[in-house]
C-alpha cells in the first residue's frame, strides 16, 4: 500500500505517522527469511545484518516498514543507497560500517494469520504488542491520533531524518498497490542560478534547468534540477538559454552534473553550460547532502535577483531531537 503527496492535511479522523527517508521493504519470517523491496526485489543479500532481525519474528509474521542507515543521529539516505552494491566482499564492509536497522508501521500477518482485512488500527494494536517483544535493530514508528501533535513531528523530528507526515485511516484494510495513505511533505522556496541545461529527447526544447548554488569562494555548486515546463514554454526557454552558452559555468573544484553513476541506467547526462546570469525561484522537499533529492517545481524567474546573492546559506538545516530519541 502506497501513499499520495498531498501538501494539505487532511479533513478528518485520521491516525499520523512520520515518514522515514530509507527504502520501504515487507520482512518475511520463517520459514523463508526474507526482505522484500517495494517492487519486490529481494533486499536481504545487501543487508545481511539484518538476517537476526528477522529471526526475531515468529514464523508466520510479515511486517511492514522502512530500512534506515542512521548517520549523526539522523536517517541518512546517501549512505543508505551506497548499500546497494554488486561486489559481496564491499556489502560485507559497509554491513559493519554502516550497519542498517529496521523501522516498523504495519503488521500484514501475524504467526501465520493473514491481517490485511482487518482495520489498520488493529493491525497497529497487535504491531506494538510484536513490538514489545523485539529488540534491535528493530524500531516501531510513532503514531498519534491528534493533528495538532502531527503536526508538532513535521517540524521537530526532521532533524532525525523525518521527511513528512503519513497519515492513514484507522478502519481502512491494506490495500496492496493502491495509494490509499496520504502523505504530507516538507516544501521549501529557494532562489537559484541556472548554470545549465539538457536538451528534451524531442529536440528544439528545453528538457531541464541545472540549477547551482555560491558557496563562500564564489564557486557554483551544481545542486539539482528543474523540469516540468509546458510544450510551448520549452520552446521558448530554449531559444532564450542558447543564447547565453558558454564554455562553463559550474566551478572547477565545484561539484558539476554529467557524472554516470549505478543510478543513472544508461541514460544520457549530456547538459550545455550557459553564462550564469539567469536567476529562477523553486521549491523542493528533500536535500540529499548538498543537492535536491528530487526535481524541482519551478515557481518564477527572479530578473531583480543578483546571482550571487544566491548562495549555499539558503539551505536549511533542521535542528531538533535525533532518531535515537523519537522511535522506540
Not at 520459514?31 to 543487508?47: A, G, K, M, T, V
Not at 538559454?241 to 573544484?253: H, I, R, T
Not at 554516470?260 to 523542493?284: I, M, N
Request: some cysteine; proline content about 6%; charged content about 30%.
Amino acid at each position: 500500500m502506497e501513499a499520495k503527496t498531498s501538501e494539505q492535511w487532511p479533513k478528518g479522523d485520521y491516525l499520523y505517522e512520520p515518514k522515514w527517508d530509507g527504502f520501504r521493504s515487507i520482512s518475511w519470517s520463517k520459514p523463508e527469511n526474507r526482505i522484500d523491496s517495494r517492487n519486490q526485489r529481494p533486499l536481504l543479500r545487501y543487508f545481511p545484518e539484518l538476517t537476526p532481525a528477522l529471526d526475531q519474528l515468529p514464523a508466520g509474521t510479515v511486517v511492514d516498514g522502512e530500512i534506515v542507515v542512521v548517520v549523526d543521529g539522523a536517517t541518512d539516505f546517501d549512505t543508505l543507497q551506497q548499500r546497494i552494491h554488486p561486489a559481496v566482499s564491499r556489502i560485507t564492509m559497509l554491513s559493519e560500517q554502516t550497519p542498517a536497522e529496521l523501522i516498523a508501521f504495519d503488521l500484514l500477518a501475524d504467526r501465520g494469520n493473514d491481517l490485511r482485512e482487518r482495520p489498520f488500527s488493529e493491525r497497529r494494536h497487535r504491531l506494538v504488542e510484536l513490538a514489545g517483544k523485539l529488540a534491535d535493530p528493530w524500531h516501531l514508528t510513532p503514531q498519534t491520533d491528534s493533528e495538532d501533535v502531527a503536526r508538532g513531528w513535521f517540524d521537530e523530528f526532521e532533524s532525525a531524518g523525518c521527511d513528512g507526515i503519513v497519515a492513514k485511516v484507522p478502519d481502512l484494510a491494506y490495500q496492496h498497490g493502491k495509494r490509499a495513505m496520504i502523505k504530507i511533505k516538507h516544501r521549501r522556496t529557494i532562489d537559484c542560478v541556472v548554470g545549465g541545461f539538457r536538451e528534451h529527447k524531442d529536440g528544439g526544447k528545453i528538457g531541464s534547468l541545472l540549477l547551482g548554488l555560491y558557496d563562500e569562494r564564489a564557486e557554483l555548486h551544481f545542486i539539482g534540477h528543474c523540469s516540468g515546463f509546458g510544450d510551448v514554454d520549452r520552446v521558448e526557454i530554449f531559444n532564450r538559454f542558447k543564447e547565453l552558452v558558454v564554455d562553463g559555468s559550474f566551478g572547477e573544484a565545484a561539484r558539476a552534473p554529467g557524472a554516470q553513476s549505478r543510478w543513472s541506467a544508461g541514460k544520457t547526462l549530456d547538459w550545455t553550460p550557459v553564462e550564469a546570469g539567469v536567476v529562477v525561484e523553486v521549491s523542493y522537499d528533500q536535500l540529499e547532502g548538498e543537492r535536491f533529492r528530487h526535481a524541482t517545481r519551478f515557481h518564477r524567474w527572479r530578473p531583480d535577483k543578483d546571482p550571487l546573492q544566491c548562495t549555499m546559506e539558503q539551505l536549511e538545516r533542521p535542528e531538533g531531537p535525533g532518531f535515537r530519541q523519537v522511535v522506540q
